[in-house]
Nanobody
Framework: QVQLVESGGGLVQAGGSLRLSCAASGRTFSTFTMGWFRQTPGKEREFVAAIRWSSGRTFGADSVKGRFTVSRDNAKNMVYLQMNSLKPEDTGVYYC?????????????????WGQGTQVTVSS
């Protein structure tokens, strides 16, 4: 049974940094793409970043390029989202997700497994 558990959220001032972690378990993820999404009340889940587990190739939304970095640790089965220069509009619940899709990585509907989410709040 696949399990994704996020951690690392919290309250931070604008301009600050946070690192989110996602612990993945239940199967081998070498063929997966791991994604990060965020959601605020009343809005659809928004793509943030993704990483191909096998190659390490990364993808990021335009809104976070240059500020957020996604990475993985194969030995620990962990995926990370380093968030720098945070802005109030980055506030939301951040979700870790996994998909075996090799094409589109930015659509939440392509992801089969989801974590429970972790709250990130950026104050101005």
């Amino acid at each position: 049974q696949v399990q994704l558990v996020e951690s690392g959220g919290g309250l931070v001032q604008a301009g600050g940094s946070l690192r989110l972690s996602c612990a993945a378990s239940g199967r081998t993820f070498s063929t997966f793409t791991m994604g990060w999404f965020r959601q605020t009340p009343g809005k659809e889940r928004e793509f943030v970043a993704a990483i191909r587990w096998s190659s390490g190739r990364t993808f990021g939304a335009d809104s976070v390029k240059g500020r957020f970095t996604v990475s993985r640790d194969n030995a620990k089965n962990m995926v990370y989202l380093q968030m720098n220069s945070l802005k109030p509009e980055d506030t939301g619940v951040y979700y870790c997700a996994a998909t075996q899709s090799l094409t589109v990585v930015g659509h939440s509907t392509m992801y089969d497994y989801w974590g429970q989410g972790t709250q990130v709040t950026v104050s101005s």
